[in-house]
């Protein structure tokens, strides 16, 4: 179970900075089970450490993704916002998805309103096989902007695997991003 996120976890290791599984990956490891089949995997990094991220990928083909296109990332380039995604490549069929995060003093903020913050020091839990994840609430406001049907379900999955604090900060964020979402109406009762 869950080797995916434990090869990555390996591919991980040699990175300096702080990273965390992302996306409906992450939705699974804090229910400790893998509940439906994933077409990636995605990691979530700060964007103040492109350098390690960088020297990590140095040997892999990176695109960046812009206005809909991939296009090839220079390294030595820093990425700059819209942009957060990286889509890297390996010899061998390896690939991975990149989320670039944002934080400032002490706090993770939301690219898409950075009014919405949660403490770096809270914002991912690990897993019993030791794969630090993003906590679920904050994989569950990026999924909330263009929701599809897979995030409706790792909603549902998860929902009752959520603690009232996680709860709150869920509808709050949603309160203030989405305020019509249809997730609002399970954390409001």
């Known amino acids: ?35 439906r089949d994933h077409e990636d995997i995605e990691v979530a990094v700060f964007r103040d450490e492109q350098r390690s991220l960088a020297s990590l ?11 809909g296109e991939k296009e090839k990332w220079d390294l030595e ?19 991975l998805e990149i989320l670039i995060n944002e934080r400032n ?8 309103d950075l009014e919405l913050t949660f403490p770096l020091s809270m914002m991912n839990l690990q897993s019993e096989q030791g794969v630090p994840y993003l906590n679920p609430e904050i994989v569950l406001l990026y999924k909330a902007a263009n929701t599809k049907e897979k995030d409706h379900d790792d909603f549902n999955y998860v929902f009752p695997h959520l603690n009232e604090h996680q709860k709150e900060w869920l509808k709050q ?17």
Request: hydrophobic share 45%; with cysteine.
């Open 1 to 35: 179970m869950f080797e995916r996120c434990l090869q990555v976890k390996e591919f991980m290791a040699s990175y300096e900075g702080k990273w965390m599984v992302a996306g409906g990956w992450a939705i699974d490891l804090h229910i400790g089970e893998e509940t």
């Open 57 to 67: 990928l140095a040997d892999w083909d990176i695109y960046i993704a812009t206005e």
């Open 77 to 95: 380039d820093p990425i700059e916002l819209p942009i957060h995604e990286i889509y890297a490549f390996h010899q061998g069929g390896k690939q």
């Open 105 to 112: 003093r002490g706090r993770w903020r939301f690219r898409k």
């Open 173 to 189: 964020a949603l309160i203030q991003h989405v305020p019509n979402h249809p997730w609002l109406e399970a954390l409001l009762y």
